[in-house]
T-cell receptor, first 114, second 117 residues
Framework: DGGITQSPKYLFRKEGQNVTLSCEQN?????MYWYRQDPGQGLRLIYY???????QKGDIAEGYSVSREKKESFPLTVTSAQKNPTAFYLC?????????????FGDGTRLSIL | AQKVTQAQTEISVVEKEDVTLDCVYE???????LFWYKQPPSGELVFLIR??????QNEISGRYSWNFQKSTSSFNFTITASQVVDSAVYFC??????????????FGSGTKLNVKP
């Protein structure tokens, strides 16, 4: 089945540690997105990528980094510079072009501080 | 300013009641799309419906219906005869052109619906 796979489902980070969240899609979508969800704040865009080897900062990129070496993969690294990383992280993909195309979401990764 | 506003943070109803979730959006584009997503406790956002800016006909799908009014920039979602399984967070979203043939998505802050038996 086509879809988006995020791993791990739960992740714990020690202080000063970088952690990487995985996102893989087999929908052949050009665009991929990372969102952060905090209680009561909806979804905030961290980074997005329109095409392989290209990505742009979203609204809250500080303390995060991404790469897009393959069309299927868009990993997110939460660096030690992100002082408040505890949140639910959602990866999404979409065709990029076409206003009528919805974004498709993974199951999310819940990140907590140890 | 918020592009998409969902003023209701949390709503609680008793099963079989009707409930309406409000969504107000802001855009200067003439062509755009509006979406509703459901986020059950499992976390994944599930796409429910989209409407384009040129189609103001209301839509009904089973117990779900959507009312799009450009005059008030609103895209409200009504669940008729609510059920416990409808309990979730519901997000309204706006898609507009972001340049370079790329569409930008804006999500509201979500409305948490609690349906009690």
């Amino acid at each position: 089945d086509g879809g988006i796979t995020q791993s791990p489902k739960y992740l714990f980070r020690k202080e000063g540690q970088n952690v990487t969240l995985s996102c893989e899609q087999n929908l052949n979508h050009d665009a991929m997105y990372w969102y952060r969800q905090d209680p009561g704040q909806g979804l905030r865009l961290i980074y997005y990528s329109q095409i392989v080897n290209d990505f742009q900062k979203g609204d809250i990129a500080e303390g995060y980094s991404v790469s897009r070496e393959k069309k299927e993969s868009f990993p997110l690294t939460v660096t030690s510079a992100q002082k408040n990383p505890t949140a639910f992280y959602l990866c999404a993909s979409g065709p990029g072009q076409g206003l009528n195309q919805p974004q498709h979401f993974g199951d999310g990764t819940r990140l907590s501080i140890l | 300013a918020q592009k998409v506003t969902q003023a209701q943070t949390e709503i609680s109803v008793v099963e079989k009641e009707d409930v309406t979730l409000d969504c107000v959006y802001e855009t200067r584009d003439t062509t755009y799309y509006l979406f509703w997503y459901k986020q059950p406790p499992s976390g994944e956002l599930v796409f429910l419906i989209r409407r384009n800016s040129f189609d103001e006909q209301n839509e009904i799908s089973g117990r779900y219906s959507w009312n799009f009014q450009k005059s008030t920039s609103s895209f409200n979602f009504t669940i008729t005869a609510s059920q416990v399984v409808d309990s979730a967070v519901y997000f309204c979203a706006l898609s507009e052109a972001g340049g370079y043939n790329f569409n930008k998505f804006y999500f509201g802050s979500g409305t948490k619906l609690n349906v009690k038996p």
